[in-house]
Nanobody
Framework: QVQLVESGGGLVQPGGSLRLSCAAS????????MDWYRQAPGKQRELVAQ???????NYADAVKGRFTISRDNAKNTVYLQMNSLKPEDTAVYYC???????????????WGQGTQVTVSS
C-alpha cells in the first residue's frame, strides 16, 4: 500500500510564505509525475503545479512566479514553496503521485489526504 502524507500547511498572513511537503511511502518501484492540486470551499479541485520524473515543471497561471515545485527522488518527496501568498490561495492542498509499485508493473495514481492552507490577517 502506497501512502502520500502532506505536511507544512497552516495559517499565514498575506504576503507570507509556506513550504508544503508530500512524502510517499510503501511499496514503490518508481514515481513518475508528482502534482499539487488545491480545492477552495465551493470550488472544483484545480491543478496548481506538476513536476515530471525528469524535472520538467508547469504551473497554473494564478501561481506562476510565486510558487515553485521541486522533488527529492531519494526521499520520494515533492515540495511546493509558496511565496507572496494571497487570500485567494486559501484551500486544501492535495498531493498526487503517479507510481509504479513493482518492476514491470503498470502505473497507479495515489492521492494524499490534503493539508489546509489559510491566508488571512
Amino acid at each position: 500500500q502506497v501512502q502520500l502524507v502532506e505536511s507544512g500547511g497552516g495559517l499565514v498572513q498575506p504576503g507570507g510564505s509556506l513550504r508544503l511537503s508530500c512524502a510517499a511511502s510503501g511499496t514503490i518501484f518508481s514515481i513518475n509525475a508528482m502534482d499539487w492540486y488545491r480545492q477552495a470551499p465551493g470550488k472544483q479541485r484545480e491543478l496548481v503545479a506538476q513536476i515530471s520524473s525528469g524535472g520538467t515543471t508547469n504551473y497554473a497561471d494564478a501561481v506562476k512566479g510565486r510558487f515553485t515545485i521541486s522533488r527529492d527522488n531519494a526521499k520520494n518527496t515533492v515540495y511546493l514553496q509558496m511565496n507572496s501568498l494571497k487570500p485567494e490561495d486559501t484551500a486544501v492542498y492535495y498531493c498526487k503521485a503517479v507510481v509504479r509499485v513493482v518492476i514491470l508493473g503498470g502505473l497507479t495514481v495515489f492521492w494524499g489526504q490534503g493539508t489546509q492552507v489559510t491566508v488571512s490577517s
